[in-house]
């Protein structure tokens, strides 16, 4: 139905086009997708489809998006389409997203992966460590610059 119900435990909305779109966007920034349907089960004019997703966001520390739940297909059997699609998750959405927080890798490849684990394990001095030296690393040339002018005009 193109004006279908579409809800999760983050939105609802209705429209096949705007569903669409979301999943595209979401495409363009996901890899490593993986998808396991365990179970469904049809009665009347409902199919429940239980899954487990998984899949890492293209994000500077390449996290893990990962959830299982159940999805709820109502069908209208006269026109034969899909009138609504409920999902449901067996992670609460918080956790969802605080796992948003971690790198996916197990051994941190760049300066985001180590900030973003260093935060999700709540390790502050590391996360100052990471920032420390991006900052002085953007300084340096200010620095530079402002002890060459005092040098030049003789300033103190």
């Known amino acids: 139905d193109p004006q279908c119900l579409f809800a999760d435990p983050f939105v609802s909305f209705r429209g096949v086009d705007r569903f669409k779109k979301n999943v595209a966007n979401l495409g363009a920034l996901i890899s490593d997708v993986e998808l396991q349907i365990t179970k469904w089960d049809v009665i009347d004019n409902t199919l429940e489809a239980h899954w487990k997703f998984s899949a890492v966001l293209d994000l500077p520390w390449k996290p893990r998006l990962a959830a299982a739940g159940s999805t709820t297909h109502i069908i209208d059997v006269n026109r034969g389409l899909v009138v609504e699609h409920i999902e449901r998750w067996k992670s609460e959405p918080g956790e969802v997203v605080a796992r948003l927080l971690k790198p996916a890798a197990k051994i941190p490849t760049n300066p985001w ?37 005092h040098q030049v005009t003789g300033e103190t």
């Open 113 to 149: 992966e180590v900030f973003m684990a260093s935060a999700s394990k709540g390790d502050y001095k590391t996360m100052w460590y990471v920032v420390s030296r991006r900052a002085t690393f953007l300084a340096a040339p200010v620095l530079i610059a402002s002890l060459a002018a």
